[in-house]
Structures are given as structure tokens and as C-alpha cells.
């Protein structure tokens, strides 16, 4: 037999963070919260989870709610990774002492990655990455990877703050990293040593699987939002480049992007094994 409805959530979590929700609701539908039953959860999966989402097509009272979670939170689902249909979890937000800790992590691995760098040996190929006024987020670290797993010789920072290299799993150490303050100083050095510089761009109509590189070629990589910092005009010696894309988005992400370019070199280079 059902429990009586109540008005209350099932459980009462302290400092919980509700989301900021906006979503679109048919006929008759209840966007419902309730708090997870952490009685049900192992240890190692309570950590940061406060509340779930139900969506409901009808008028079912929290009692029903109470039971899909009972069933959904036991431990053998949990553990196969298997979610209900409708669930988002809401997980909550860290203090400020928290995130303010993980920041001076973040640096120190930075600042020890860095002075390691500086012994750092060209890869076995002679393509240059140049990472032009990119956020300092986890791309850098992760274009870093795909860098030290292609054999780039190296990569240009061009008004690049310091960033966690750890989702580059050591990469950062590993590469030869340059820093410049702005492009034109990156352009000229690329310029005297004989480098074709190439820029990626969506749209263009010079396809990367029709384009022949040369051995000495620098891949350029703007800003997710902003793209290139330099104006073309500028630069018309700089060729613009697109991977085809088949789909509806407009563009790729710039860590998998840098990923294609690099294995399109190693492939058009690559001698016979």
C-alpha cells in the first residue's frame, strides 16, 4: 500500500545546491526533485552527489518517487554503471577553501612540469604545433599528449597562462614548449626556419585529405571562441586549412582537431616501418 503524499523531500541534505534548470515539459508533466537515499549508496559513491531528477508523465506522488530511487540506488546497479531513464545527478559545489586548493595543486604541477620541460628533446618529426592565445584549460594539456604521441618537434604558447598539465598525463614534460608573447613573434621564427605555416579554419575550401604538407610545417590552433588573434590579410603567406566535416555541428574541438592534423602529417610522412 502507498504512503501518504507528502510536500517534503524524502531526505534533507545540508547545504544542498539545486540547479538552475530549463527544460521543456510536455502535457501533463511533472518535473519532480528529490534528494538520493543515501542509505542505499556505497561510501565511494556518496561523495559530492546531493539530489536526482525525475521526470514523471504523470501525477505519481513522491511515495512512487521513493520507490524507483529505492530500486535505483542499490549498490548492484550503481556498480554496472546503469542510470534511469530521466535521472541527471546534481552534484555539490565545492568551497571556495576546496576549489582554492585544487587551483595551488593545479600550479605546482605546472611550475615542476615546466622547469622539467626545459629538457625536454625534439620528437621524431619535424611538424610544429602553435597553440595561438588559447585558453589555459585542459586542451592545452591535452594537445600536449597528442603532440608527444605524434613525435612533434614542438609547440608554441603564444600568450598561454600557466595551466593543470594534468590531463596530458606528463606530455607537458616531455614536448619542447616555447613561449612567446604575441604571434608575430612565433611567425617569424617559424618564417626564418623555413616553415610552412598552415591555420585551421572551418569552412575553407582546401580540404586537410587533399592537402600535401611538407616536412617543416606548423599547424596553427586559435581560440575556442575567437579563433586566430592575427588578422589574415596580415599574414597571406599563412594558409587556411579545414578538416570535412559531415555533420551538424559547426565546428570540432580543438584537441581532437590538433589530433587529426598530426596523425594526417604522420601519415603523409610516415616512412616504411
Known sequence: MSQPVSSK???????????????PLQTRTRLMLVTCIFNHLPTHFRGGITACIIHQ????????????????????RLMSNQRPPGFIMIRERKSKKERRAERDQAMLRY??????NLLAKFGVHEFIVVLDHMKAGF????????????????VHLVNIGPFDPAPGKGAFKKVPARFFDNFDQSYREL??????????EGGCKRLLTN???DSKIAFVLGHE??????????YPEILSVSIPQ????ESLNVSVAASIVMYEYVRQHQGPV
Not at 57 to 76: K, T
Not at 111 to 116: A, F, G, P, Y
Open 9 to 23: 523531500p524524502i531526505l534533507e541534505i545540508p547545504r544542498l545546491q539545486w540547479a538552475s534548470l530549463s527544460l
Open 57 to 76: 508523465r504523470n501525477e505519481n506522488s513522491l511515495d512512487n518517487c521513493h520507490g524507483l530511487c529505492a530500486d535505483w540506488m542499490c549498490p548492484g
Open 111 to 116: 611550475t615542476k612540469q615546466r622547469q622539467r
Open 139 to 154: 586542451n592545452v594539456a591535452k594537445i600536449f599528449r597528442s603532440a608527444e604521441a605524434f613525435g612533434a618537434h614542438e
Open 191 to 200: 618564417t626564418k626556419r623555413g616553415y610552412q605555416i598552415v591555420k585551421l
Open 211 to 213: 592537402f600535401r604538407m
Open 225 to 234: 571562441e575567437w579563433g586566430h588573434s592575427f588578422k589574415e590579410e596580415d
Open 246 to 249: 559531415f555533420g551538424q555541428v
